[in-house]
């Protein structure tokens, strides 16, 4: 994209996602904006600089193959094959799933690792990048007084406080707040919660981190499908 195609009075808002069309999708595609140095925005010298492009892709709507295939590989492949391996990548909406599959055809496309959290952390200031940075542990459970609530969470948080834990109950309003949530979670060693409550949230978890999914009743194959490697209890 050329500079001339980015208005010099106003950042332009992009979502790396192929299918523009899908209002639906393009919705929950985490937006980049890009800026260019002009009379009224005069950006801080970088740390750090690249000799080489960086193509910004989202990995949403996974575990469908038809999916990861149409609406990522593909489209990935007829973008970066002519970079001839030098191109780095920056992955939004991180799927740690469909990148290790995937990885054969990353490795084809670049020679340089995919770099998945970068662009998150910097954006909401997530300073702990692995678990063995964490100096107490943390326990976050996504505490619901209605669905999908815990009968036994006074009991949880009671064995994992007699473990050392600090625990941290979060309601789902507390969960969907961007402000306060991603930091505490960057700090968390654990995190607990049912399907669909939350549990979205682990994007602003270090690696190395456990999460805790409980799974309902004849709800397998989602849990599986939308989170992966599920704790059932």
Not at 209 to 217: I, L, P, S
Request: hydrophobic fraction near 40%.
């Amino acid at each position: 994209m050329s500079s001339k195609q980015i208005p010099s009075d106003a950042p332009l808002t992009v979502r790396p996602y192929p299918k523009k069309e899908d209002e639906n999708n393009m919705r929950i595609v985490t937006p980049v904006e890009i800026k260019i140095p002009n009379i009224t925005y005069n950006p801080p010298s970088c740390d750090v600089t690249q000799d080489v492009p960086t193509v910004i892709f989202a990995t949403i709507y996974t575990g469908n193959i038809y999916h990861e295939f149409n609406d990522i590989a593909i489209p990935l492949f007829l973008t970066c094959r002519h970079f001839q391996l030098r191109i780095r990548f920056i992955v939004t909406n991180f799927k740690a799933r469909w990148v290790t599959k995937f990885n054969p055809l990353l490795l084809g496309l670049s020679s340089y690792p995919a770099n998945n959290g970068k662009l998150l952390r910097e954006s909401f200031n997530l300073r702990v990048k692995h678990e063995s940075e964490i100096q107490e542990l943390n326990m976050v459970i996504v505490s619901c007084r209605r669905m999908r609530m815990l009968v036994n969470e006074d009991d949880l948080v009671r064995v994992a406080k007699g473990l050392g834990y600090h625990v941290i109950r979060a309601s789902p309003d507390q969960m969907a707040n961007l402000r306060e949530l991603p930091g505490v979670l960057n700090r968390c060693s654990v995190l607990v919660g049912a399907r669909r409550v939350g549990l979205t949230n682990n994007v602003f978890l270090p690696e190395g981190v456990v999460v805790v999914q409980v799974v309902e009743w004849s709800l397998e194959w989602a849990s599986e499908a939308y989170y992966g490697g599920v704790l059932v209890l």
